[in-house]
């Protein structure tokens, strides 16, 4: 099993900064890749960026609409995903999830893949 728990969110004005932290625990060294994701209310749950925890590559959703925006990170000491998010809008308005991909196969933008989620955490922006 692999824990994870989101903490960051939080109401922030149209252009304002917001970083999301994501803390795994368990079983850790099956994390194959770690991944951010965030659903709108009303909405599917949507790719934002992962990170294949061994050598730190990291990817982000073809949407134009986080590139330059968002970045994710990793402090390995603390087992730690960020998503440092700026630039934000109101449209980034979501409950963003962090989750945990174990297979080597597969796809690391579809949620289908991955195997453990955080509860989530909220991220209001107002315009």
């Known amino acids: 099993q692999v824990h994870l728990v989101e903490s960051g969110g939080g109401l922030v004005q149209a252009g304002g900064s917001l970083r999301l932290s994501c803390a795994a625990a368990?079983?850790?060294?099956?994390?194959?890749?770690l991944g951010w994701f965030r659903q709108a209310p009303g909405k599917e749950r949507d790719f934002v960026a992962a990170?294949?925890?061994?050598?730190?590559?990291?990817?982000?959703g073809d949407s134009d609409s986080v590139k330059g925006r968002f970045t994710i990170s990793r402090d390995n000491a603390k087992n730690t995903v960020y998503l440092q998010m700026n630039s934000l809008r109101p449209e980034d308005t979501a409950v963003y999830y962090c989750?945990?991909?174990?297979?080597?196969?597969?796809?690391?933008?579809?949620?289908?893949?991955?195997?453990?989620w955080g509860q989530g955490t909220q991220v209001t922006v107002s315009s």
């Open positions: 989750a945990a991909k174990t297979a080597y196969t597969g796809t690391y933008f579809s949620s289908r893949e991955y195997d453990y």
């Open positions: 368990g079983r850790t060294f099956s994390m194959y890749i």
């Open positions: 990170m294949r925890w061994s050598n730190g590559n990291t990817y982000y």
